[in-house]
């Protein structure tokens, strides 16, 4: 890991991240670091869990997000640790404790794949605290105008009914109706809103904190964009109940309406207020 080795550097994006809810970390990763993430990224595609889902198919264009892949975690690990990266996330949230608790991949590639809506990380898991963060790293260059675009400050404010995906509607709700406010429609009025986003080079990284708005821009014809996204539980992370998903959701689940990916394991036995430590987290501090 290669900058970010001063207490002032470090106080900087720790301000940041509390403040805006995001942060953009520059040449954090040595052509090392990067290799050990791209044999992660591949393993994970060449191991697709039952669970993968190809978002808004159509021929020519993949849209592809897979992630809980338990298998896949030695490689992650050895990368988080190797890199340097588990003691760089922890100094941003400020904690004297820290866990892997998964990641997520995309795949972009192919015909022109449309941007993925605005939603908040947070309102599909039942877990609350400052001490969250995500680490979003692409393996390929992401210009300003197809790059991950945030809304600073979002993660203190509301929490949105997040999105199910629907082609035809990106603000339609995830859980039933009434349970949480419904998704404003930001790509309908963006000049009411205050939106960053930063062009990425490998070895760059973006850690947000899953309450902040997020959005990502489309992926051109011709262009691949590989994408890790990792999540890390700091201290006072706590468990935190989730209404009801609404019946015919098909964000995660087969065809007979059953979820394929069961992670009712990893959340049974918490109260909400709980600190939230399942077995299946990964103890990297």
Same mark, same amino acid.
């Given at each position: ?145 197809? %790059?991950?675009? =945030?809304? !600073? *400050?979002?993660?203190? @404010?509301?929490?949105?009914? $997040?999105?199910?995906?629907?082609? &035809? ?35 760059? %990284?973006?850690? =947000?904190? !899953? *309450?902040?708005?997020? @959005?990502?821009?489309?992926? $051109?014809?011709?262009?691949?964009? &590989? ?41 049974? *036995?918490?109260?909400? @207020?709980?600190?939230?430590? $399942? ?7």
């Amino acid at each position: 890991m290669s900058t970010m080795n001063t207490a002032a550097n470090l106080r900087q994006a720790r301000d940041a991240f509390e403040k805006d809810g995001v942060v953009l970390l520059k040449g954090v990763f040595r052509a090392s670091d990067l290799a050990q993430a791209k044999d992660a990224f591949d393993w994970s595609i060449a191991h697709p869990t039952p669970a993968a889902q190809h978002y808004y198919p159509r021929p020519g264009a993949t849209f592809l997000q897979d992630s809980y892949n338990v298998a896949s975690w030695p490689y992650y690990t050895k990368f988080i640790t190797e890199s340097g990266l588990s003691s760089l996330v922890a100094g941003i949230l400020d904690t004297k404790q820290m866990w892997f608790f998964f990641e997520q991949i995309f795949l972009k590639s192919g015909d022109d794949v449309r941007r993925t809506p605005w939603h908040q990380d947070s309102p599909y898991l039942p877990v609350d605290g400052s001490q969250f963060a995500v680490v979003w790293m692409s393996l390929d260059p992401v210009s300003k105008a197809n %790059a991950l675009e =945030f809304i !600073p *400050g979002s993660h203190l @404010g509301i929490s949105y009914n $997040p999105t199910s995906f629907d082609p &035809r509607d990106d603000t339609d709700p995830f859980f039933e109706e009434g349970s949480m406010p419904r998704l404003p429609d930001i790509e309908a009025d963006r000049g009411a809103w205050t939106i960053v986003s930063w062009a990425t080079e490998p070895g760059d %990284a973006i850690v =947000f904190h !899953p *309450g902040i708005m997020h @959005g990502g821009a489309a992926t $051109p014809a011709g262009t691949t964009r &590989r994408t890790l996204s990792l999540r890390f539980l700091g201290d006072n992370v706590t468990y935190g109940d989730r209404p009801k998903m609404k019946a015919g959701s098909d964000v995660g689940v087969d065809k007979d309406g059953k979820p394929k990916r069961d992670m009712s394991s990893v959340y049974s *036995g918490f109260k909400p @207020g709980d600190s939230f430590r $399942p077995k299946s987290l990964v103890r990297l501090l």
